[in-house]
């Protein structure tokens, strides 16, 4: 059973920066890619950041390169998102997805994080 649990939302003024962690279990992701999506109120989900786990190749939206990165750590099992030059813009629930690297959709999810920018 797939577990991914996220933490590191919070509150955080205009310019500034926050780094949110997924912690995935229950199996190996070696042909995984897992992904950061987030939805603001009012709007539907939207994708943020990939990362294949294999070959850590990174896609972004295009409203957050440069300033969002997507990063993995093998051994403990965890995707990170470090996000700079926050903006009120960003204000959302972000949640860490996985998927097989074939697959369409994206099957497992997180119960997602509060990520608040204040102007």
């Known amino acids: 059973q797939v577990q991914l649990v996220e933490s590191g939302g919070g509150l955080v003024q205009t310019g500034g920066s926050l780094r949110l962690s997924c912690a995935a279990s229950?199996?190996?992701?070696?042909?995984?890619?897992m992904g950061w999506f987030r939805q603001a109120p009012g709007k539907e989900r939207e994708f943020v950041a990939s990362?294949?786990?294999?070959?850590?190749?990174?896609y972004y939206l295009n409203s957050v390169k440069g300033r969002f990165t997507i990063s993995k750590d093998n051994a403990e099992n965890t995707v990170y998102l470090q996000m700079n030059s926050l903006q009120p813009k960003d204000t959302a629930v972000y949640y860490c997805?996985?998927?097989?690297?074939?697959?369409?959709?994206?099957?497992?999810w997180g119960r997602g994080t509060q990520v608040t920018v204040s102007s």
């Open positions: 997805a996985a998927r097989f690297v074939r697959a369409g959709i994206w099957p497992y």
């Open positions: 229950g199996r190996t992701f070696d042909n995984y890619n």
């Open positions: 990362i294949s786990w294999s070959d850590s190749s990174t």
